[in-house]
C-alpha cells in the first residue's frame, strides 16, 4: 500500500511516499484511509521536532477519515462503517486504529471533513470544556482563529453558549474566524488586548495555540480569576509566565492536549458523541482550507510551515464524500 514515510532520519525534513507493509493482523480496527488532517505536530514529527519521537521508516499522520475494512468482535464497529480516529500512520492507504480513539463520522461531514475533525475538535473541547472549565454565557478570547485548531475551538466556544474573541494574523483569516461563528475579530498586529479590556473588562478564558510574546498580553487580558489554556507554540517560542500576573488577579495557567481525554476508557468517544450533536444541529462543521492528493504531503506540510493555512490541510487519498 502507499504511504507516506519519514526514511532517512526526521532530522532532515524529507517525506517519501513508499510501498509500506499492510496492517498487521488482529487489529482492533483496520481503516481504509479516504482523508487525512495535515497539522502543526505532523510538521514537527517530519523534522524529529516534536515530542512523540520514532525511529525511521514511519509513517506520518494521526488524523484519518475512512471506511472501517476489518474490526474485531468488541471494538464496537462494523466493516463498512465511516469513522475518524486518532492513528499514528494516518497518511497510508490503510491504517490500524484502536477503538477507543476512534468515533462515527456522521453523514453530514465528508471524508475531507472528517480528516479535518479529530484532533483539532478534540482539542478544543478538552481545552474549552475540561482544562479551561467553559461555562455558558463566559467570554472565550481564541488566538490562530483562522488556523484549523483556533477555528475549531471558535466553533465549540459558540457550541458551548461563549461569547467569543478571534484574534488572527491577516485579513484571509479574519474571515475564516468569522465564517467560524466569532462574534468579534480582533487583529494580532493590533492593540487587541486593550480592545478586549476595552469591550468587555477581560475574558474568562483564554485558548492560547500560538504562544510566544502573546501570553503576557493574555494574561492581561483575562478577568479576575480566569483560566489560559496552553495548547501549543505555533510561534516557536516557549514563553515563561510571570507568576505575579497569577496572585494579583487569582489566575489559572494550565496546559492541554486532546491527549487527556483518553486518561478516561470512554473519554474520547464521548467527546465525539457530543462533537457529533453538535454536527447535526449545525453548530460545528470543520473548515478545510486546502486539499492535496498523498503524493502532493511536502506542498501541505510547507504551507503549514509558511503558516500560510486557513482552516485545515488535508490530503486525500480517494474520491472525497
Not at 13 to 39: F, K, N, T, Y
Not at 255 to 284: I, M
Request: hydrophobic share 45%; charged share 20%; with cysteine.
Amino acid at each position: 500500500m502507499r504511504a507516506v514515510q519519514i526514511v532517512d532520519g526526521a532530522a532532515s525534513g524529507g517525506v517519501s511516499v513508499v510501498d509500506a507493509p499492510e496492517p498487521g493482523d488482529g487489529a482492533q480496527l483496520v481503516i481504509d484511509v479516504r482523508a487525512a488532517g495535515v497539522g502543526f505536530p505532523d510538521l514537527l514529527m517530519s523534522r524529529g521536532e516534536f515530542q512523540i519521537r520514532q525511529e525511521p521508516p514511519f509513517t506520518l499522520g494521526w488524523e484519518a477519515a475512512g471506511v472501517v475494512s476489518s474490526s474485531a468482535p468488541a471494538s464496537g464497529f462494523e466493516v463498512g462503517e465511516r469513522v475518524v480516529s486518532m492513528a499514528l500512520g494516518a497518511y497510508a492507504e490503510r491504517v490500524e486504529a484502536l477503538a477507543s480513539l476512534t468515533f462515527p463520522l456522521p453523514a453530514e461531514l465528508s471524508f475531507e471533513e472528517g480528516a479535518a475533525y479529530p484532533h483539532n475538535y478534540l482539542t478544543a473541547y478538552a481545552g474549552l470544556l475540561r482544562r479551561g472549565r467553559l461555562q455558558a454565557g463566559e467570554r472565550v478570547l481564541v488566538h490562530g482563529a483562522g488556523g484549523g485548531v483556533g477555528s475549531a475551538a471558535v466553533q465549540v466556544a459558540k457550541a458551548a453558549g461563549a461569547v467569543v474573541y478571534a484574534v488572527v494574523s491577516s485579513a484571509a483569516k479574519a474571515d475564516l474566524a468569522r465564517r467560524a461563528g466569532a462574534d468579534r475579530v480582533l487583529r494580532a498586529d493590533a492593540p487587541w488586548r486593550e480592545e478586549i479590556v476595552q469591550d468587555s473588562g477581560g475574558v474568562e478564558v483564554v485558548f492560547d495555540p500560538v504562544g510566544g510574546e502573546r501570553v503576557l498580553y493574555s494574561l492581561r487580558a483575562l478577568a479576575p480569576e480566569g483560566r489560559l489554556v496552553v495548547i501549543g507554540f505555533a510561534a516557536g517560542a516557549i514563553p515563561e509566565v510571570p507568576l505575579n500576573r497569577l496572585l494579583m488577579k487569582n489566575l489559572d495557567v494550565c496546559g492541554c492536549s486532546w491527549g487527556v481525554l483518553a486518561t478516561q476508557p470512554e473519554g474520547v468517544r464521548d467527546a465525539g458523541a457530543s462533537l457529533n450533536a453538535w454536527v447535526r444541529e449545525g453548530r460545528v462543521r470543520p473548515l478545510v482550507g486546502a486539499a492535496y492528493p498523498l503524493g502532493e504531503v511536502s506542498r501541505a506540510l510547507e504551507r503549514i510551515a509558511s503558516r500560510r493555512s486557513l482552516g485545515k490541510t488535508v490530503l486525500t487519498l480517494a474520491q472525497a464524500g
